[in-house]
């Protein structure tokens, strides 16, 4: 029990079950790498329908946002056309 062969076997054996532990977990993570490659492959048409919704809800929150900041310019520029046409046919 004390000779160095013992203790050589007995060390190898730990490196070895290290090794083979080590592997395995390796094995392990490529596995689930490849199946979530499949998976996010396969959901990947949802999950951009699914932005591409968000998206377009966004758009229209900043377009009606736009329209609120614009109307009162609108508005007085429908007014200033008003008032050139008016003045146009009372000079007529």
């Given amino acids: 029990m004390g000779s160095i062969d013992f203790w050589g076997t007995v060390s190898a054996a730990f490196l070895l079950t290290f090794c083979v532990v080590g592997n395995l977990v390796?094995?392990?993570?490529?596995?689930?790498?490849?199946?979530?490659?499949?998976?996010?492959?396969?959901?990947?048409?949802?999950?951009?329908?699914?932005?591409?919704?968000?998206?377009?809800?966004?758009?229209?929150?900043?377009e009606l946002g736009e329209s609120h900041a614009v109307a009162p310019f609108v508005r007085l520029r429908g007014r200033a056309a008003r008032m050139r046409t008016t003045v146009k046919r009372i000079r007529e």
């Avoid at 490849?34 to 998976?39: L, V």
């Fill in 26 to 62: 390796f094995v392990a993570l490529a596995f689930g790498m490849w199946k979530g490659a499949a998976w996010s492959r396969d959901h990947a048409r949802s999950g951009l329908a699914f932005v591409m919704k968000w998206m377009l809800r966004g758009k229209a929150y900043v």
